[in-house]
């Protein structure tokens, strides 16, 4: 385990590739409960490239209306999000040195041409608790900031299997993914890659 930049802590091969498969099972039975949707930009209500679903109590949508924010319900079908996967909460209780739980996990899955422009995760009212991240299928190029969308950047690659965590002063910092690199890993059979982020919504 190493910090890349200060507060952002990388956990190279964090999981087995047992565990991986475990997570993936466990990630199809929450789609299967929650369907991946296509979350839209605020105001212009343009579409992202990710599809997205979520796990835990509250989960994270956008939509034009309403823009960012966290709902116990899904946003298409209005049922309830599926439990944290065990890996993923094993992974925030490991990681994180905040004392609660993690209330919502979002899952992205990333096509060959899907990406994250920069942005800062600040939908949250506790930027004491960390975002706890797993990478899981194809790797990606990641690029990190500083808390100024016009400051300096750093890319790295994560891989299947690592965790990372954005705490203290990278917790806001500015982040995204500049690209897929397809056919880097066999455990998603079609290719792609899933993220997910953990993240303790309400003030404990
Ligand atoms: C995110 O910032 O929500 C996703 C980051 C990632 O896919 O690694
Ligand atoms: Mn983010």
Redesign the pocket.
């Known amino acids: 385990m190493h910090e890349i930049v200060p507060g952002l802590v990388y956990a190279p091969d964090y999981l087995s590739r047992e565990e991986q498969d475990e997570l993936v099972a466990d990630l199809r039975e929450a789609v299967r409960i929650a369907p991946l949707f296509t979350p839209r930009m605020p105001r212009t209500g343009k579409e992202f490239s990710v599809r997205m679903t979520n796990c835990g109590p509250l989960g994270w949508v956008s939509d034009r209306e309403r823009g960012y924010r966290y709902q116990s319900t899904h946003p298409e079908t209005g049922a309830p999000w599926a439990p944290i996967p065990r890996l993923a909460q094993r992974t925030w209780d490991d990681l994180s040195p905040y004392k609660h739980p993690p209330e919502a996990c979002l899952v992205n899955f990333y096509d060959g041409s899907a990406r ?1 422009g920069l ?3 600040r939908d949250e009212e506790d930027f004491d608790a960390p ?1 706890v991240s797993l990478s899981l299928g194809d790797s990606c190029l990641f690029r990190i900031g500083g808390t100024e969308r016009k400051g300096s950047t750093k890319s790295f690659k994560l891989h299947s299997g690592d965790a990372m965590m954005l705490t203290g002063p990278a917790r806001l910092a500015f ?1 995204g993914v500049d690209r897929i690199m397809g056919g880097t890993s066999t455990l998603l059979p079609q290719g792609g890659r899933l993220n997910l ?1 953990l993240r303790r919504v309400t003030k404990a």
């Open positions: 994250m942005h800062q995760d975002v982040h982020t």
